[in-house]
């Protein structure tokens, strides 16, 4: 199991610092494009798989996984995209800006939308994220 980790830690790492170098426009897309995929064609499969892994009913799974992960994802996206727009003032003589920049973190939740509410403000700023879900051992690289 260690060795699981260990590689999934790595392969978070190495997929920062390209995902880091994206500008936060594309960061952006890809997570409106997640939100449109998950509220059209996987909508059913998120449901399913909450109900089975969580213990849900369909209405349960509807709220918690569906409608609120697909929220977070382009909330998250639309506030982190308004957030790179708002840069500090200049003054004669210089320029002043503001970077996000990602680092890695490692975090563990139960939920599917605790982990998505907690994780994709930081995701789509640049940073590298290792998520242990549910008793199963899950490890999924976020980037």
Not at 10 to 37: G, M, N
Not at 106 to 132: S, W, Y
Request: charged residues 25%; positive net charge; aromatic residues 4%.
């Amino acid at each position: 199991m260690q060795e699981l980790i260990n590689k999934a830690i790595l392969a978070s790492v190495a997929a920062r610092r390209e995902w880091d170098l994206k500008p936060v426009q594309d960061r952006a897309q890809v997570l409106f494009k997640a939100a449109d995929v998950i509220s059209g064609p996987k909508r059913a499969e998120i449901l399913a798989k909450t109900m089975i892994g969580q213990g849900k009913t369909v209405v349960q799974a509807e709220i918690d996984a569906a409608a609120e992960l697909i929220d977070f994802f382009r909330f998250n996206a639309k506030h982190a995209v308004e957030l790179q727009r708002q840069q500090p003032l200049d003054a004669d003589g210089s320029t002043n800006t503001m970077l996000y920049r990602g680092l890695e973190v490692r975090t563990a939740h139960t939920l599917v939308t605790v982990m998505c509410r907690d994780q994709l403000a930081p995701i789509n700023v640049g940073f590298a994220l290792l998520e242990k879900t549910q008793a199963r051992i899950c490890l999924i690289v976020l980037v």
